[in-house]
């Protein structure tokens, strides 16, 4: 099990680093993470949702998503409280007080998964969540040493040198932890390091003095990272790298699934901007592009209060193209209408009005994963649904696209406004061409999941070349047996 000194340490890519390792070994390996919060989650291919790291450590292992790599998801809706997904489906909400005294009953569901994937695998490489040094949680704890302890399982802590104080980190995690779960430590590692690592071997060596724990390696800080869908939001870049056509996504505040804009940032004629709230959206945009959300009455509140309801009239005056996605489709139409308060107080909420359909609320989820063909340029992709609600109306009947004789999306009189429901289209290299070249730009039509595939080799032997690879596979076994 990998666990960090905190957040956002880089403790995906680790995991899924080395699942690809293992697997270059000749390894049958497998990725777990007990309880995850994101809203940038996955379909599975039996209709359950899962966190998009374990999605891609799934990639990283050659195998298929499973609701049991990641059984417990939570779904930020508020400050407070969140949707619950246990073993892929809904289970309700709860706030986060509650959360944290009904967690420990989890616990059977959570190893239940993790017993069914370790029937079908050498090895399981598991993810923790934030920080086994955040002693007030553990209490109930089923997603870092108190799964660890449940489960008889190694564990490896990782600090971040990147954001400084990494000998505090390590050696204070140590000094923070009961005896029982110092014990599970089978030693640490150092990530997201710059520069020359020979600096850093007197830091290093203080921390096996201080904590008696064996080093696994420094690993070096790894340019390519952003070549790999990010899971959360504070992970993601203001600006792609690339030149030339214009897109535009703003930021809001339970953006969900903003791993669909990936593939286009890998385009080196597309420049991505993402843009943070108390920014305007960019004049010379040629396309924006309304994401997913978790929350999309309050969401559509929050970009009404950033100004970019005025800003995307102004784009749409300049001759530009909006597309709105899944929750950004529906707040392009002209109201959403929530009777059974689903996404807040029961009501209607006046939408942008850009596009003439209405969306309805209704408790029932849909997840699935389709094959669909785009309208405009007939070109097929694949993706996947992940929402509650229903929209129609007269723009339905120019649809986006068509999943077998099924019509999806609605696309304005003036073809200005698109919207879907379907994550994941820019995957699909051909239809990424056929969408930029009726735009007027050129593609390379690159195949990003090739790209995903090849920067997944890139990171093992990156991880290979820094890291006692050897050692840390020696150490995953059970307590008893090391």
Same mark, same amino acid.
């Given at each position: 099990?990998?666990?960090?000194?905190?957040?956002?340490?880089?403790?995906? +890519?680790?995991?899924?680093?080395?699942?690809? $390792?293992?697997?270059?070994?000749?390894?049958?390996?497998?990725?777990?993470?007990?309880?995850?919060?994101?809203?940038?989650?996955?379909?599975?291919?039996?209709?359950?949702?899962?966190?998009?790291?374990?999605?891609?450590? &799934?990639?990283?292992?050659?195998?298929?998503?499973?609701?049991?790599?990641?059984?417990?998801?939570?779904?930020?809706?508020?400050?407070?409280?969140?949707?619950?997904?246990?073993?892929?489906?809904?289970?309700?909400?709860?706030?986060?007080?509650?959360?944290?005294?009904?967690?420990?009953?989890?616990?059977?569901?959570?190893?239940?998964?993790?017993?069914?994937?370790?029937?079908?695998?050498?090895?399981?490489?598991?993810?923790?969540?934030?920080?086994?040094?955040?002693?007030?949680?553990?209490?109930?704890?089923?997603?870092?040493?108190?799964?660890?302890?449940?489960?008889?399982?190694?564990?490896?802590?990782?600090?971040?040198?990147?954001?400084?104080?990494?000998?505090?980190?390590?050696?204070?995690?140590?000094?923070? +932890?009961?005896?029982?779960?110092?014990?599970?430590?089978?030693?640490?590692?150092?990530?997201?390091?710059?520069?020359?690592?020979?600096?850093?071997?007197?830091?290093?060596?203080?921390?096996?003095?201080?904590?008696?724990?064996?080093?696994?390696? /420094?690993?070096?800080?790894?340019? &390519?990272?952003?070549?790999?869908? @990010?899971?959360? $939001?504070?992970?993601?870049?203001?600006?792609?790298?690339?030149?030339?056509?214009?897109?535009?996504?703003?930021?809001?505040?339970? %953006?969900?699934?903003?791993?669909?804009?990936?593939?286009?940032?890998?385009?080196?004629?597309?420049? /991505?901007?993402?843009?943070?709230?108390?920014?305007?959206?960019?004049?010379?945009?040629?396309? /924006?592009?309304?994401?997913?959300?978790?929350?999309?009455?309050?969401?559509?509140?929050?970009?009404?209060?950033?100004?970019?309801?005025?800003?995307?009239?102004?784009?749409?005056? !300049?001759?530009?193209?909006?597309?709105?996605?899944?929750?950004?489709?529906?707040?392009?139409?002209?109201? %959403?209408?929530?009777?059974?308060?689903?996404?807040?107080?029961?009501?209607?909420?006046?939408?942008?009005?850009?596009?003439?359909?209405?969306?309805? +609320?209704?408790? @029932?989820?849909?997840?699935?994963?389709?094959?669909?063909?785009?309208?405009?340029?007939?070109?097929?992709?694949?993706?996947?649904?992940?929402? %509650?609600?229903?929209?129609?109306?007269?723009?339905?009947? !120019?649809?986006?696209?068509?999943?077998?004789?099924?019509?999806?999306? @609605?696309?304005?009189?003036?073809?200005?406004?698109?919207?879907?429901?379907?994550?994941?289209?820019? +995957?699909?290299?051909?239809?990424?061409?056929?969408?930029?070249?009726?735009?007027?730009?050129?593609?390379?039509?690159?195949?990003?999941?090739?790209?995903?595939?090849?920067?997944?080799?890139?990171?093992?032997?990156?991880?290979?070349?820094?890291?006692? %690879?050897?050692?840390?596979?020696?150490? $995953?076994?059970?307590? $008893?047996? !090391?």
């Amino acid at each position: 099990m990998i666990q960090g000194t905190g957040s956002n340490v880089g403790k995906s +890519m680790l995991v899924a680093g080395l699942c690809r $390792a293992a697997l270059r070994r000749g390894l049958s390996v497998a990725p777990f993470k007990p309880q995850n919060m994101s809203n940038n989650a996955a379909v599975t291919d039996d209709g359950g949702e899962i966190g998009r790291a374990q999605a891609l450590q &799934a990639l990283a292992c050659g195998r298929a998503p499973s609701v049991h790599m990641n059984p417990v998801l939570l779904k930020p809706e508020s400050d407070r409280g969140s949707q619950v997904v246990v073993q892929g489906k809904v289970k309700g909400w709860l706030e986060a007080r509650n959360f944290r005294e009904d967690r420990g009953a989890l616990m059977d569901v959570v190893l239940d998964s993790y017993h069914t994937l370790a029937r079908t695998a050498d090895l399981i490489l598991i993810e923790g969540a934030g920080s086994p040094a955040e002693v007030n949680l553990r209490r109930g704890d089923i997603a870092n040493m108190g799964f660890a302890c449940a489960a008889n399982v190694p564990v490896i802590l990782a600090g971040d040198i990147d954001r400084g104080g990494v000998i505090a980190q390590i050696v204070g995690t140590q000094a923070v +932890m009961t005896a029982q779960d110092n014990d599970r430590i089978a030693g640490f590692l150092i990530n997201k390091f710059r520069g020359d690592v020979s600096l850093f071997e007197d830091g290093y060596t203080a921390i096996e003095a201080h904590t008696g724990w064996p080093g696994f390696g /420094v690993l070096p800080w790894f340019d &390519a990272a952003h070549l790999l869908p @990010a899971e959360d $939001a504070v992970d993601l870049s203001d600006v792609s790298t690339g030149e030339g056509y214009h897109v535009v996504c703003p930021m809001l505040s339970r %953006i969900a699934n903003f791993d669909d804009l990936d593939p286009l940032k890998a385009e080196p004629s597309v420049r /991505v901007t993402m843009v943070p709230p108390g920014k305007p959206l960019p004049g010379d945009a040629d396309l /924006v592009v309304l994401p997913g959300t978790k929350s999309t009455r309050a969401d559509l509140a929050f970009l009404r209060a950033q100004g970019w309801d005025v800003d995307i009239q102004a784009h749409l005056r !300049r001759g530009g193209h909006v597309l709105g996605i899944c929750g950004g489709y529906q707040m392009l139409g002209t109201c %959403i209408e929530d009777p059974e308060g689903l996404e807040g107080p029961a009501g209607v909420t006046p939408g942008l009005g850009l596009l003439n359909v209405t969306t309805r +609320m209704q408790p @029932a989820k849909t997840l699935t994963r389709v094959t669909a063909t785009h309208v405009p340029t007939g070109q097929p992709f694949e993706g996947y649904e992940i929402h %509650i609600g229903t929209t129609d109306g007269p723009d339905t009947t !120019r649809p986006f696209a068509r999943i077998q004789d099924m019509p999806d999306g @609605a696309i304005s009189p003036t073809g200005q406004v698109m919207g879907t429901y379907l994550h994941g289209l820019f +995957m699909s290299g051909g239809f990424r061409q056929a969408f930029l070249q009726a735009a007027g730009q050129a593609s390379g039509a690159a195949d990003y999941t090739r790209t995903v595939e090849s920067t997944l080799d890139d990171l093992a032997e990156h991880m290979e070349a820094h890291l006692d %690879i050897d050692g840390l596979l020696n150490a $995953a076994r059970p307590i $008893a047996a !090391r």
